[in-house]
């Protein structure tokens, strides 16, 4: 018979479980190092099926309730999306698209999670420019440490698929953890546990592949030539990978970008310039000082990304 | 359902129709996706409004509200051309060979019998031909002309597919690729599972359209056997359970039902309940029928019920009417005929049509009484809130007494989910202030009541002093006490009544199931279909083995399924008539030459005989009616009927407006409209983010959807100047509401009859209580009309007009 | 793994400018955590679980409620969090944007906690006790009753019939609670008894 379905899922504990997500477990802390890690984890991914999502948005409630965020309750304005974007205290989003499908002149409601997808290459981590306010674990997980972040708003810049926000209450850069706290448990995050149809699965990358392709194959009995999985390797990978019914148009899923890259700019700070870049402008420790003195938002100015690119361009 | 939730796992194909299964029951619908994804099961939907099941479907078809039982008698039609049926099934499991009495006629939109006057039939030629030993007369040849087969061939035969789209507004195309789809599964391998809900109900002839689809299931041969069936998707968590306890006006538990005047004592009751079978050989199970009244009545009234006073059967109301059903009684309360109401976790001021007239109604009332966990609107129906309420509080007279009771989280209980799975559930929370459990309110309304009846007498107290209240606390029964009650036990020692020597079950034990019920008065039992939910194997819908052989999607030791724990119903179906599965790959049961046995309880005598006894035991005949004989008000075969208000005239019958047995009330006539002032064909119905009336008063769900809106076409929005997101009026001719608009290519117009029908939906979510943005609900502009047999409203098909407007003002 | 070593590689890889006195601010101090500083404290640690199913729709999707306090032992409960049961045949632990977000019900604002009352023509309501809320309905039931009951039609036929008052049953209740409504509901002899399965 059939496999029972792709739950990757079990009853969180309630007893004192030991994490396994340790400060050794990173692999890259932003404007730092990290010694090499003492272990490597089992790469995890979450795949969102998107030819199985019926955009229910329990992956959105699931989110809030287990992240304990506020958003707002706002207004409609003509379409399915509430809220309207990505906020601090919404880290997960369903994006709606009705597209006229050209070739059979059906209507298909294309409907997308919209997240952090933890990249490989995470162009957040490396256009950070607060020591350890972004960090990457051997699994993959890309998290933010807010006591770290300045609220600079560089990560923004250096993801390609616009994803954190900041924060107008501490001033700091949030976006989806992967659930982290329930990763460190032995838990999936709390969008995949809830998923009705199992859209979203969570498990270890090499598994969700598998996966990944036993659903392109019912795809393309289904009609769906250009089925395939959206792991782009711009970003190196990433941990959060779609099955698209269309992977050779990701556009049309609300703008799902085709060949996702780090902006050159955030790319050319990598390694020994960046810090120089930093440690030339006096930026990190004049914020790391500002942000421990003061309560507000400490965005980098026009200028300083200016003297930044400049800077970058110079040691190039 | 006829099968349940995690039986979908076995179907090669799903029709949604009727209903939004991915939208109103997600986890659910998860069985459609792990078919489609595990089996290569096909997913078809069938919906005015390509909905969220629409986006996860292979195939969808529009069609215009209100028009489905031309679209599935189209399908009938279809596969009666075409050959595709389960011929050995038809011939035997259903009513296909049995001779329809001389003097059934139908013409014109109108079967023989039908008084205009009384807008209803004289039922009496819509029968049988019964030969002379008493039994139907039946044709296997099907040569008869006026066997049921043949009667149905030329009834359908009007439907063609041109037929259909000039009516649903379903292209022709479209139609025949759903037709094609769906007569493949007329072979034994193929099966098909129809998942429904309210969609199809609410509508003047609900009960019709979900007839026309299980008579097509049972041409297909998909009734009975796993991954088929018609699976009422119910929409509360214990909508089946209140249902099957029978918590409405002319039902008793079970399914049974509450006197008429006319039966005026307990013989004359019993009289036409003899269900005698109408076959040689069949169960005919309701035979029983009388042992589960009596067993009834002794729950309810212990020793006042003995066999010398017809077991208490005069303490039961009679009816003057059909039913005390919701549309009556507050058309009654409109009239001023109704002084107290006592509303229990129920918001009518949003739940029931015109609502307009539900507070003029409501304010009719000396009092009501609401028993809730939450603040809602109908409490508060006094309450001015602006344009959402705009009533003067002043001017109403209706004492309100809002008592606060707990939620799920605080109680312990079982509810019956829609696969007739009795799961219990157990308190983790304290109540809130002085909260308190449904258990205690009931409680001690009672003995309250029952106290001033002990004090002061008044008119027939015997039902009430004498009720069985034998509680460990008489102030709060427990969920166990209860369930106890509802299994049934020995009043009396029982004995083998082939040896009278030998002790079956001491008095006072739990019966094991309702086969030990009998009609002598020595056994009680609260509600006979659950029984075998709590004997003395104790509470058997706390089980929680969730072990499955040979993943079948039965969880036999999962919770406790009625009756008897079976999960599909009529499964004896699944086997031909040498006992065999119709598809081996997907037995069920099976018969070994001496008994049935299987993965699930066999829905038949364990030692019935397959080639004799038929598998639809319920029913005199012992197999499934294409003909309905005279149990339906509105016939014994669906016609197509347009809504009360419908864009277009009926094509079949022109002469026709609605229903012509649905019950309307004088003054309501005057409110239905035509599509002359109101042009555009309107439907209600529920999103995924929210729950009724609840969910609005929780944060999370408030933010995911926060405000009401309605959807059209780009091409109304045009034709009208409407942009998306800003605000419209909508009328009928009974109310307006405001909302924001959502203009989407997930509605297009239909061509219906030559004319261009634009429909505009209307979601039910919103009013003005709770977290989310203030708005209406649907009710505003809903007609106050029902279906003809059961009189749920016709909240899926209405008119409109729509316009642009300003925002509502700011309360 | 050594601190100072990886210090140095961080003091040699930013080069010179950067204060060691900043780098306390930027948390790198907590380097040997034993979780990561990234991640919350595992919330559901030392919870009490309980067994329910969601009130909503019939797929009745089995759910887990974590309390702070255990009810089993007389103890107040407070519900911190719901999540779906993995156990459960049907759900498999998936829950819907309404059964993920049940700990808003069970909290929501709009919970009543006591027994009100709104006069005639008033526009407030006035909470009352319990047994103010609850003798009064007795009364006024008894009262409407005593005065409209129906003990037999014209022919003298007994019906045992009340239509001057209704009852609307909630389907969200458990079948105990329906049971013991219909058992009271049906002893007066009220023939107006509806639940949502009518609309």
Not at chain 1, 257 to 286: C, D, E, H, Q
Not at chain 2, 477 to 496: F, Q, S
Request: charged share 20%.
């Amino acid at each position: 018979m059939e496999p029972s379905p792709h739950t990757a899922q079990s009853n969180p504990p309630v007893a004192a479980t030991t994490s396994n997500l340790t400060e050794k477990d990173l692999i890259r802390r932003s404007a730092s190092t990290v010694p090499p890690p003492a272990r490597q984890l089992e790469p995890v991914a979450k795949l969102i099926d998107v030819s199985k999502c019926i955009g229910c948005k329990a992956c959105q409630s699931a989110c809030i309730e287990w992240n304990d965020t506020q958003p707002a309750i706002e207004t409609n304005v003509g379409v399915y999306e509430n809220p309207h974007d990505l906020t601090p205290e919404m880290f997960t989003l369903m994006r709606f698209n009705e597209w006229d499908n050209p070739q059979t002149g059906n209507l298909e409601w294309l409907i997308r999670k919209d997240g952090c997808m933890h990249c490989a290459d995470p162009g957040c981590l490396k256009a950070c420019p607060a020591p350890g306010a972004i960090v990457q674990y051997s699994n993959g997980i890309v998290d933010f440490v807010h006591e770290n972040c300045i609220g600079c708003g560089y990560c923004i810049k250096g993801c390609p698929f616009n994803i954190p926000r900041i924060s107008k209450v501490d001033h700091t850069a949030y976006k989806c953890t992967l659930c982290s706290d329930r990763v460190a448990v032995g838990q999936g995050p709390a969008c995949a546990k809830a998923c009705p149809t199992h859209s979203i699965s969570f498990g270890t990358k090499e598994d969700m592949k598998a996966l990944a392709d036993s659903r392109i194959k019912d795809l393309k009995s289904r009609g769906y030539e250009n089925a395939g999985l959206y792991d782009p390797p711009g970003v190196g990978g990433t941990h959060v990978m779609y099955v698209l019914h269309h992977n050779d148009q990701p556009e049309i899923y609300s703008g799902l970008p085709k060949n996702p890259r780090i902006s050159p700019v955030v790319n050319a700070w990598k390694g020994m310039t960046k810090y120089l870049g930093f440690a030339a402008m006096g930026l990190a420790a004049a914020a790391g000082v500002l942000h421990s003195t003061l309560v507000g938002p400490n965005r980098v100015t026009r200028e300083d990304e200016d003297e930044a690119e400049k800077l970058v361009k110079e040691s190039v | 359902m006829t099968n349940s939730w995690t039986d979908i796992r076995n179907t090669d194909l799903v029709v949604i129709m009727g209903g939004n299964a991915a939208e109103a029951h997600p986890c659910g619908f998860k069985w459609v996706t792990e078919a489609k994804a595990n089996r290569g099961a096909r997913l078809i939907v069938i919906d005015p409004r390509f909905t969220r099941s629409a986006s996860v479907s292979d195939f969808y078809a529009p069609i215009r509200q209100g028009t489905d039982i031309a679209f599935l008698l189209g399908l009938i039609n279809y596969c009666m051309q075409n050959d595709k049926v389960q011929w050995p099934y038809v011939k035997s499991f259903t009513n296909a060979t049995y001779v329809v009495k001389d003097g059934f006629a139908y013409q014109d939109g109108l079967f023989t019998g039908y008084d205009e006057s009384k807008r209803d039939y004289d039922r009496s030629t819509w029968e049988y031909d019964i030969g002379p030993d008493g039994f139907a007369v039946v044709d296997e040849t099907l040569q008869n002309p006026r066997c049921v087969w043949n009667m149905l061939k030329s009834h359908v035969a009007s439907y063609t597919p041109e037929m259909v789209e000039r009516i649903c507004g379903t292209p022709r195309e479209k139609f025949l690729k759903v037709a094609q789809m769906i007569s493949e599964c007329s072979v034994p391998t193929k099966t098909m599972t129809s998942m429904y809900a309210l969609g199809w109900t609410q509508h003047s002839k609900g009960s019709q359209n979900i007839r026309a689809m299980a008579m097509l299931q049972l041409i297909l041969g998909n009734i009975g056997v796993r991954g088929g069936g018609m699976n009422a998707l119910r929409g509360h968590s214990n909508i089946q359970g209140l249902t099957d306890v029978g918590l409405m006006s002319n039902l008793l538990p079970g399914y049974l039902n509450i006197p008429v005047e006319k039966e005026t004592d307990f013989t004359t009751y019993m009289s036409s309940r003899t269900f005698k079978p109408l076959r040689p050989d069949q169960t005919s199970y309701w035979q029983n029928y009388k042992k589960f009244f009596v067993s009834f009545q002794k729950a309810m009234w212990g020793s006042a019920a003995t066999a010398e006073n017809d077991f208490a059967y005069q303490y039961l109301p009679k009816l003057d009417v059909p039913a005390y059903d919701v549309l009556r009684i507050f058309e009654m309360m409109y009239r001023g005929q109704v002084n107290g109401y006592v509303c229990q976790g129920f918001n009518p001021l949003l739940a029931f049509p015109n609502r307009k007239k539900i507070t003029e109604s409501l304010s009719k009332l000396k009092w009501l009484v609401t028993i809730d966990p939450l603040d809602t609107e109908t409490s508060r129906f006094w309450e001015n809130h602006g344009e959402y309420n705009d009533v003067n509080s002043a001017t109403i007279q209706t004492e309100v007494i809002q008592l606060p009771s707990t939620c799920f989280a605080e109680d312990n209980g079982s509810l019956t989910n829609s696969g007739r799975w009795l799961q219990w559930h157990w308190a983790g929370g304290t109540p809130p202030g002085e909260a308190k459990r449904d258990n205690w309110i009931m409680a001690q309304i009672f003995r309250r009541l029952r106290a001033l009846y002990e004090k002061e007498g008044g008119p027939f107290p015997d039902p009430i002093l004498n009720l069985t209240w034998n509680y460990q606390n008489p102030d709060e029964p427990t969920a166990d006490e209860l369930a106890k009650e509802i299994n049934g036990y020995a009043v009396e020692t029982l004995y083998d009544p082939a040896d009278p020597t030998k002790v079956l079950l001491e008095k006072g034990k739990q019966v094991v199931n309702f086969s030990v019920l009998r009609d002598d008065g020595t056994t009680a039992s609260g509600c006979w279909i659950y029984s075998g939910c709590y004997n003395e194997a104790g509470n058997n819908m706390a089980r929680r083995d969730n072990t499955d052989p040979d993943d079948t999607g039965a969880y036999l030791n999962w919770t406790f399924a009625w009756p008897l724990n079976r999960r599909i119903l009529y499964n004896r179906a699944s086997a031909d008539l040498q006992g065999n599965p119709w598809d081996p790959s997907r037995k069920l049961i099976a018969w070994d030459g001496s008994k049935w046995s299987g993965y699930d309880v066999p829905d038949i005598a364990p030692t019935a005989k397959p080639d004799v006894v038929g598998p639809f035991i319920m029913n005199q005949e012992g197999t499934a009616r294409l003909f309905a004989r005279g149990l339906m008000r509105d016939g014994p075969f669906p016609v197509h009927y347009e809504p009360f208000e419908a864009p277009i005239a009926n094509v079949i019958a022109p002469k026709i407006r609605g229903n012509p047995v649905a019950r309307i009330f004088q003054d309501d006539v005057a409110q239905f409209a035509t599509s002359e002032e109101f042009p555009y064909a309107a439907t209600s119905y529920r999103l995924t983010e929210h729950f009724h009336y609840w969910t609005k008063h929780n944060r999370v769900n408030a933010v995911l959807q926060p405000e009401f809106f309605v959807e059209i076409s780009e091409q109304l929005a045009a034709e009208k100047g409407i942009t998306p997101g800003s605000w419209v009026r909508v009328w009928s001719k009974r109310g307006e509401v405001k909302a924001k608009a959502v203009v989407t290519k997930r509605i297009k117009p239909l061509m219906c009859d030559g004319k261009k029908v634009h429909v505009v939906g209307i979601p039910l979510h919103w009013g003005f209580m709770g977290q989310a943005r203030k708005g209406w609900g649907p009710n505003s502009l809903t007609p106050f009309v029902g279906d003809a047999n059961i009189e749920t409203p016709e909240y899926k098909a209405f008119l409109v007009n729509i316009e642009s407007t300003t925002p509502p003002a700011t309360v | 793994m050594n601190m100072e070593l990886s210090r140095r590689g961080f003091l040699k890889a930013a080069g010179v400018g950067v204060a060691g006195t900043t780098l306390g601010a930027f948390g790198f101090a907590d380097l040997e955590a034993a979780q990561a500083a990234a991640i919350r404290p595992f919330k559901l640690t030392n919870t009490m679980e309980t067994r329910n199913t969601c009130p909503y729709c019939s797929v009745a999707c089995g759910i887990i409620m974590y309390s702070k306090g255990d009810l089993r032992k007389g103890e107040m409960a407070e519900i911190i969090h719901i999540e779906g049961d993995a156990d459960h045949p049907t759900n498999r632990g998936t829950l819907c944007p309404k059964g993920a977000a049940l700990k808003d019900f069970v909290k929501a604002d709009t919970r009543l906690k006591y027994p009100m009352v709104r006069k005639p023509g008033s526009d407030r309501f006035e909470r009352v006790s319990w047994d103010q809320a609850l003798d009064r309905i007795a009364r006024l039931m008894k009262d409407d009753r005593d005065a409209n009951f129906i003990a037999t039609n014209k022919a003298g036929v007994p019906v045992n019939r009340w239509t001057t008052v209704g009852f609307l049953a909630a389907s969200a209740t458990t079948n105990e609670t329906a049971y013991l409504t219909y058992k009271v509901v049906r002893s007066t002899g009220i023939v107006a008894f509806d639940n949502q399965a009518r609309v």
